[in-house]
Nanobody, 122 residues
């Protein structure tokens, strides 16, 4: 069973930085995509950043130029470097990976982390 463990959240002042990590354990053949979502109180979960195996990286407009997504597939770990944080970045951040479990897998599986709280004070 694949499990994701997130870390790196916390309370920071506006303008500071945080780096979130997402470590996947379990048997994975390949990671097709690694995504970071966030959900603020009273709001829907939104996609913040995504990185696909083909090298395509996308960011929500609200974080472009401030957040950087990266992956270390050898470690099955992903990162979200968040800089110039704003109070509106306050949310629970979730890691999501889409993987192929074996070389023979014909379907992709999706897994979610437990979420990590990021709070940005003004």
């Amino acid at each position: 069973q694949v499990q994701l463990v997130e870390s790196g959240g916390g309370l920071v002042q506006a303008g500071r930085s945080l780096r979130l990590s997402c470590a996947a354990s379990g048997s994975i053949f390949s990671i097709n995509a690694m995504n970071w979502y966030r959900q603020a109180p009273g709001k829907q979960r939104e996609l913040v950043a995504s990185a696909t195996t083909g090298g395509r990286i996308n960011y929500a407009d609200s974080v472009k130029g401030r957040f950087t997504i990266s992956r270390d597939d050898a470690k099955n770990t992903g990162y979200l470097q968040m800089s110039s944080l704003k109070p509106e970045d306050t949310a629970v951040y979730y890691c999501n990976i889409v993987v192929r479990l074996t070389s023979a897998s014909k379907v992709l599986n999706s897994y979610w982390g437990q979420g990590t709280q990021v709070t940005v004070s003004s």
